[in-house]
């Protein structure tokens, strides 16, 4: 039973070792090859100077490949890393029918990391399209609460920063702050350089919208600090650290223009656009760079080619679909004219502006656009300030309100953490209480297991003794039967012989004293009676005098016993069993418990003969040697091997004579015989 | 010349008690020369009242002994052995008839060595007539045996083995069934003092290698016991 109980313990406990690196297993089964081929095509995809198309296609390939593994989870894995590739690639990739593919995969295999993945990739997916902001900010969501379930610090932090990024694109700055600030204490505490860099920037643009410009250019530095240290590059392709490097002046640039530096932005700007491939890289960027650009030149009075640059700029923005963008470069170049005294083209572009930011909920350059047209359209100018009163008021409504969502989800969220913390504590606490409550248990059982047995040994023990005893006392008994017997018999003996032979002889006596007064016929009678009480006499004496001698007759019982039990296997005629008593043992003088255990030992080596040995002949001999009993039994059979001692039999005889305080020994060799040799003192004190 | 003698039968059967008188009567009426005093005693406490009394008076001058007799009252005399060796030890010129039913070679050998009786009867061997004829040559010229006495020390004697005394006593205390460990009890020897003297007696009978029992049946063989 309780060889079960082992097993079944650790083969649970094995199973669970092996499910954990069950993945693991499974990955290393795979052709590593094919795998490593797959990656590298996903790692190629992912290249910003390969064309949109050269990308498609290697994912397509990696796609192909990827179908032809053969571990579900690995599949499913190589494919979040398409998926990640996939979502770098704007306009249609196959990034929707990878990601709801993966997607029912990670939730029929329950793979929270997958979902967690699959999230942030729609996220950034629906964040790319700027009317499904709600829609990325729900995805962002889900993926920041996996990641916190899974303890992902990094990609706690990634997600927080994602929505951070959505709340500042929906105007929600102060919100956005709030998630910053908690993805940057993570990524201090991972020392992720990049995404210091990605925080650090973020507050510099949201600083600059709140118009802090000072605790702006604190965190533009720091973002040149992070580039400096170039712990940022560390890994990336020097592609990276050239964009790490944009992003940062192009930061610096806007936040000198609010600063009113136009000098040091105009200069940073300009590093902007000194960048290789900037056009290439992010029109975005070099959209930007160029109104900045250009408009610190126009601020620092130089017109030349500023509004045709910024027309350019104009431009990329409508083409790129970038609403805020449209309507603020609008209101730039509105400025210019402005400057220009062309109050035309100014109220043009500033109406441009305002259809543009009301039509796209563009609240900035709704109000800018608003307070231009007052300005310049004096007629209308009531209208246009009542708008923006209201206007004013809707968005701090609305900010209020989003606030309150987005403090509600933090709340969700906080809660969610605290009942994950909760119930990962009351996890542990359950294993470790099962587990102890298991092994006190298997313990318990174990112990109940072994006092059984030790208690079925004692009892057995304490049967074997009880029956050695009852022996030891029948023949102890039997001899004082015995002597019983014998004294009575002396008894009778001695009765007989003295008082009948006494009476007898003194009838006879007397007759003879008698003074006979008969004839010679009768005295002659008379002597013939009286010699016939002679004889009568003569008899009873001889009578007694057998009696008495009986009991040399009388049974040597050890002897006779060993004796008995040689007759009973020499009648099989199988053997030859030879019995040998040195006629000094006065078996008298022994202990009985010697007696006893001697005949077992006796019986015990002689029924192993028997079994197993095949001898012809078997010799058993008793021995006195001063102060010691030997016994020796000797046969010419098969013989066994040494190791195979741990036959019952032979260890009942080593238990019986360690009981005697004796000494053991046995000698066998193979098809030439056995000899076993028992030495006990003679006078002994049993061990109990 | 007629002579005197006080004798004293000490006899606890009253038939041969008064047998043995008869006896002495016929004596008397045969011969002349023997008058006798006659008194009994019938068993061990009279009997050596009797012979103490005797030694510091009238002395007693023949004694029938017998063996089996109920022994006194204080336990100092166990058996007519006993008060054969007082008798010899207080009346030194008293003459001694020993009766008994006793007829083993150890028993005879023994009473004739403790109380050297001047007359050894067995009381199966004779008759009346021997039994005057006993008494007269104990008075006359002792000693006299009779014939299963003769016989034992003929045997005895035949043979070329000499044993003491305590080596007959450990043959008829073995002959009779005595344990091995109650004989240091019985005997004045160490366990392995009675173990040399048996291997010892078994050599001398030349059984050296047999058993105890076969030493006692040749003990008994040779007369020891």
Redesign the interface.
């Known amino acids: 039973m309780k060889r079960t109980l082992y097993i079944t313990i650790l083969l649970s406990l094995f199973l669970l070792v092996i499910s954990c690196d069950f993945h693991k297993l499974k990955k290393y089964n795979e052709a590593q090859p094919k795998i490593d081929s797959i990656s590298t095509l996903i790692q190629q995809s992912e290249d910003y100077s390969l064309e949109e198309k050269t990308r498609k296609d290697l994912l397509k390939k990696a796609y192909k490949l990827n179908t032809t593994l053969k571990s579900d989870s690995l599949k499913r894995h190589l494919l979040l890393d398409m998926i990640r590739s996939a979502v770098e690639i704007k306009g249609s990739s196959p990034f929707e029918e990878f990601s709801s593919e993966a997607y029912s995969k990670s939730i029929k295999a329950k793979d929270t990391l997958g979902l967690a993945k699959i999230h942030y990739y729609f996220g950034r997916r629906h964040s790319q399209l700027m009317e499904e902001k709600d829609n990325a900010y729900y995805h962002f969501n889900l993926a920041l609460e996996y990641n916190i379930s899974l303890d992902r610090k990094l990609n706690i932090a990634n997600s927080l920063i994602s929505i951070a990024i959505l709340l500042k694109n929906s105007e929600n700055y102060y919100a956005s702050e709030n998630f910053i600030f908690q993805a940057l204490k993570i990524y201090i505490d991972l020392n992720e350089s990049y995404g210091l860099y990605t925080c650090y920037s973020l507050l510099g643009e949201i600083y600059i919208i709140l118009n802090d410009y000072e605790e702006a250019l604190r965190y533009d530095l720091r973002v040149k600090e992070v580039i400096d240290q170039k712990s940022l590059t560390k890994g990336y392709s020097n592609h990276y650290s050239r964009t790490a490097n944009l992003g940062a002046y192009s930061s610096m640039g806007t936040t000198y223009y609010y600063m009113g530096n136009y000098e040091k932005a105009h200069g940073y700007y300009a590093k902007v656009l000194k960048f290789k491939n900037i056009k290439h890289y992010d029109i975005k960027m070099y959209a930007d760079a160029l109104q900045g650009f250009y408009l610190t030149k126009f601020r620092m009075g130089d017109t030349l080619n500023v509004i045709k640059n910024l027309n350019i700029a104009l431009r990329i923005n409508d083409s790129l679909e970038h609403k805020p963008s449209m309507a603020d470069i609008r209101l730039d170049i509105a400025d210019c004219y402005t400057y220009k005294l062309d109050t035309l083209q100014a109220l043009i572009y500033s109406r441009e502006a305002y259809q543009l930011a009301s039509k796209f909920n563009d609240n900035e350059n709704h109000l800018k656009s608003l307070k231009r047209l007052a300005r310049l359209d004096k007629k209308n100018a009531s209208i246009y300030l009542k708008e923006y009163i209201k206007l004013n008021d809707s968005i701090q409504k609305n900010e209020t309100k989003v606030r309150n969502k987005f403090s509600r989800i933090q709340f969700e969220t906080n809660e969610y953490i605290e009942k994950k913390e909760k119930l990962s504590l009351q996890n542990t606490t359950i294993v470790g209480v099962v587990t102890t409550a298991l092994i006190i248990l298997g313990l318990l059982y174990f112990i109940r297991i072994q006092r059984t047995k030790s208690k079925k040994l004692l009892f057995e023990k304490g049967q074997q003794n009880n029956n050695d005893e009852i022996y030891n006392l029948i023949l102890k008994q039997q001899s004082y039967m015995e002597e019983g017997r014998l004294k009575e018999r002396h008894r009778i003996a001695e009765e007989l012989h003295n008082s009948i032979i006494g009476r007898i002889f003194g009838t006879r006596l007397s007759f003879d004293s008698l003074n006979f007064k008969g004839g010679e016929e009768d005295s002659k009678k008379l002597n013939l009676l009286l010699k016939e009480l002679q004889d009568i006499e003569k008899e009873v004496r001889d009578l007694s005098y057998e009696l008495k001698n009986n009991w040399l007759n009388k049974h040597q019982n050890f002897n006779k016993l060993i004796e008995l039990l040689l007759e009973k296997y020499n009648s099989l005629k199988l053997t030859k069993y030879e019995l040998f008593i040195d006629k000094e043992i006065d078996w008298d003088t022994i202990d009985g418990t010697i007696k006893t255990n001697l005949f077992r030992i006796v019986q015990e080596t002689i029924q192993n003969c028997h079994k197993h040995a095949n001898a012809s002949k078997v010799e058993i001999r008793f021995l006195e040697k001063k102060k010691t009993l030997i016994l020796v039994v000797k046969d010419n059979g098969s013989g066994f091997i040494e190791t195979k001692r741990k036959g019952i039999g032979l260890k009942n005889i080593d238990s019986r004579v360690k009981h005697l305080k004796g000494v053991f020994e046995i000698q066998s060799e193979t098809r030439i015989g056995t000899i076993l040799r028992v030495t006990i003192p003679k006078n002994h004190q049993t061990t109990l | 010349m007629s002579q005197l003698f006080s004798a004293l039968i000490i006899e606890d ?4 008690s ?3 008188k ?2 002495f009567e ?1 004596l008397s009426s045969i011969d002349d020369d023997f008058k006798f005093n006659i008194a009994i005693d019938n068993n061990c406490s009279d009997a050596i009242k009797t012979i103490v009394d005797s030694s510091k008076g009238d002395k007693i001058d023949l004694f029938f002994l017998d063996i ?1 007799l109920p022994p006194s009252q204080d336990g100092k005399y166990l058996s007519g052995e006993d008060l054969g060796i007082k008798i010899r030890e207080l009346l030194p010129d008293a003459k001694i008839i020993v009766s008994t ?1 006793f ?1 083993d070679n150890y028993r005879i050998h023994s009473i004739i060595k403790s109380i050297d009786p001047d007359g050894f009867l067995i ?2 061997d004779f ?3 021997e ?1 005057v004829e006993a008494i007269k040559k104990v008075l006359k010229k002792p000693p006299y045996y009779s014939n299963t006495v003769l016989k034992s020390l003929r045997k005895q004697f035949s043979g070329d083995i000499a044993i003491d005394s305590l080596d007959r006593q450990l043959l008829h205390e073995l ?3 005595t ?3 109650e004989l240091p009890k019985i005997l004045p020897m160490s ?1 392995a003092g009675i173990e040399k003297r048996k ?1 010892q007696l078994k050599e001398i009978f030349d059984i050296a ?5 076969d030493l ?2 040749i003990a008994k063989e040779k007369g020891f016991i």
């Open positions: 059967h009253p038939l041969t008064s047998a043995y008869s006896a016929r089996n039913t007829y009381k199966n008759d009346l007539q039994l002959s009779i069934g344990k091995m460990k366990m291997r290698k047999k058993e105890d029992r006692i049946l």
